[in-house]
């Protein structure tokens, strides 16, 4: 098993940054590829990004390329999220989840079956 714990959230104006924090722990070594998603009220969850742990490709939703970077430390067992020029469609609770499994789709939230409780990132504009 693998326990994540998000941190990270907060409040901004349009156009600040924010960086999610996700530390893992247990089985960490068999994860195969992590990733955020988020979730607005009403509407369903969806993959922002991910990353395979080895070799660390990383995969972004079309409404984030060049404003969000996914990244990973392994020697803090660390999953990050740097988001940049964030916007008002951004605001949503932000998870990080993990698989064991393989995959070649690795923002599809029911591939992953280990969750962290949630961060809210809410953006004014």
């Known amino acids: 098993q693998v326990q994540l714990a998000e941190s990270g959230g907060g409040s901004v104006q349009a156009g600040g940054s924010l960086r999610l924090s996700c530390v893992t722990s247990?089985?960490?070594?068999?994860?195969?590829?992590m990733a955020w998603f988020r979730q607005a009220p009403g509407k369903e969850r969806e993959g922002v990004a991910a990353i395979y742990t080895s070799p660390g490709t990383t995969i972004y939703a079309d409404s984030v390329k060049g404003r969000f970077t996914i990244s990973q430390d392994n020697a803090k067992n660390t999953l990050y999220l740097q988001m940049n020029s964030l916007k008002p469609e951004d605001t949503a609770m932000y998870y990080c989840?993990?698989?064991?499994?393989?995959?070649?789709?690795?923002?599809?939230?029911?591939?992953?079956?280990?969750w962290g409780q949630g961060t809210q990132v809410t953006v004014s504009s």
């Open positions: 247990g089985h960490t070594y068999y994860v195969y590829s």
């Open positions: 989840a993990a698989t064991f499994g393989q995959n070649r789709a690795p923002l599809t939230p029911s591939l992953y079956n280990y």
